[in-house]
């Protein structure tokens, strides 16, 4: 594949073209580093599948399994129980962690060692839960996933920002969503079979995830660092030879004077203060504040609620066991066709159009199914077929809308908006800010369904209204932006965020950043 693409720089002197190739070597590296989205999606839905299996509940959770099959259960308590909870949200607890770790890693060894240190971590957690005997070593291997998706969280994004021309940035940084899907999505196929292997199918769903685990790391051995990582090293040569390759002409002198610029700017900030530190600074509130915004809303969309638990919301609407997986399986591939539309339209009508439209799809859907769930599911009943079937419609309509908007736009937007002397820095808090709200709901959930029961739905809802007011006021357009002039082009033009961006700190101070 092979198209040419201009780069217009903002900067004094006039315009700069950056020529080449968007080619095949590009995208291969894409879709191996989007690998490590493949292993976190394995890991999303693999965990609400085998805690609705019996002989898994029976063998790590007895008292949830006795519950479940009493004769009139509270269908929205039946799973309220906090080490139940545990088992999904330790895994978000570790990638807290992990990616504050993975932020010097990226730095010091590079993107693509801290993506192969991803996938150590990953074979290691899936032998570890595959073969538990007890909830403790359940824990521990659930611990290494986690480690794993804080440096392939953190690694991934920045690789597949920082190699792609700015004109496909979008669509191949969606990439690593489009493999979050792929990996729901299969997680919900092997779950559904592995229900019926008895009584070894959830250490056959647990184990599955050494598949995507081993892709990345024999895939991490074949691709190349990204130019402006190493660049950044010290490795110019390596990195213009780099550079060469992914772009098909040895025309990128342009492109390189951008990237050694930026390198020589964040060093020499960095020399008088840390990355971390900087980030306190006014002119990176900006990026800050949108990337930590972008993750905290994109957790309380409920999305991911709705990924770790649906075949047991399922089973709450009133489906049996194998129903719910089946519908899990529908809206897993509801979640993979409509990622394809973002990759097809994020560069194309840009990232503010895809949030607010999915943020008026997803309100509706929430209404629409909290509605028939306060009219229709109580707590000892379940909804007759045509309501059950109606509440799968509506949560796939709201699936649809996250996975064009809010799901891939959410690693999108933070990965490319930082400059570059806090860009790792900056997209680690991002990425513990996710996995921080994405424990919390993970660790919630189940309980709040019991509490409020319908009115959950609403709870989200509300969220979502405060969303689509972040994004009409406070968003910038990022689309078709190089990734190293987004302070020039996109912070010191937009109304709220340029008064960060005085000529100096008193008058940032003035115009109250």
Known sequence: MAGGFAVVSSKPGGEMKQQGKITWYVWICGIIAATSGLMFGYDIGISGGVTAMDDFLLLFFPSVYARKHRARE?????????????????????ALVASFVASRACTAL????????????FLAGTALCACASGLAMLIVGRVCLG?????????????LSEIAPARIRGALNILFQLNVTIGILVANVVNYFASAIHPLGWRYALGGAAAPAAVLFLGSLVITETPTSLVERGREVDGRKTLERIRGTVEVDAELE????????????????????RLLRRESRPPLAIAVAMQVFQQFTGINALMFYAPVLFQTMGFATDGSLLSAVVTGGVNVASTVVSIVLVDRVGRRKLLLEACAQMLVAQVAVGGIMLAHVRADGTPGGGWAVGLVVLIC????????SWGPLGWLIPSETFPLETRTAGFSLAVSSNMLFTFLIAQAFLSMMCAMRAYIFFFFAAWIVAMG???????????GVPIDEMVDRVWRRHWFWKRCFGDNANEARVNNC
Request: hydrophobic residues 45%.
């Open 74 to 94: 509270n269908n929205y308590c039946k799973f309220d129980d906090q080490r139940l909870q545990l088992f999904t949200s330790s895994l978000y607890l570790a």
């Open 110 to 121: 590079g993107r693509k060692r801290t993506m192969q240190a991803a996938s150590v971590f």
């Open 147 to 159: 480690a794993g998706v804080g440096f392939g969280n953190q690694a991934a994004p920045l690789f």
């Open 258 to 277: 951008e990237i050694r610029a930026a390198c020589a700017l964040a060093k020499e900030m960095v020399a008088e203060e840390s990355p971390y530190r």
């Open 397 to 404: 309509v709201y699936v649809s809308s996250f996975a064009w």
């Open 469 to 479: 007011t972040f994004v009409l006021v406070l968003l910038p357009e990022t689309k």
